[in-house]
């Protein structure tokens, strides 16, 4: 099972970008799938989550500004992110929840310039 997530960089607060995350090796659809961020100093947090059925759940401090989705027959969720302060300066990680168990991806470095 491998998740291989794109789409970080570098952007300017108040821009955008979308995160990519596809899950291969499994047969089927991940149960959940999640992103999450990690700031230096600071514990790993949940970004956003979305059921196989399109039920989604955000984070506080991302809440109008990200979107998640996915597309379920390509196993692949997305992170739209707009409105990006330097706060949202993190690590992310994608997330796969399948057959009971938790798979993660390696992180792509978001970094947003003041």
């Known amino acids: 099972v491998q998740l291989q997530a794109s789409g970080g960089g570098l952007v300017q607060a108040g821009g955008s970008l979308r995160l990519s995350c596809a899950l291969s090796?499994?047969?089927?659809?991940?149960?959940?799938m999640a992103w999450y961020r990690q700031a230096p100093g600071k514990q790993r947090e949940l970004v956003a989550s979305?059921?196989?059925?399109?039920?989604?759940k955000y984070g506080d401090s991302v809440k109008g500004r990200f979107t998640i989705s996915r597309d379920n027959a390509k196993n692949t969720v997305y992170l739209q992110m707009n409105s990006l302060k330097p706060e949202d300066t993190a690590v992310y990680y994608c997330?796969?929840?399948?057959?009971?168990?938790?798979?993660w991806g390696k992180g792509t470095q978001v970094t947003v310039s003041s």
């Open positions: 090796g499994i047969s089927g659809s991940a149960n959940v």
């Open positions: 997330k796969g929840i399948y057959a009971g168990m938790s798979f």
């Open positions: 979305i059921s196989s059925g399109g039920t989604t």
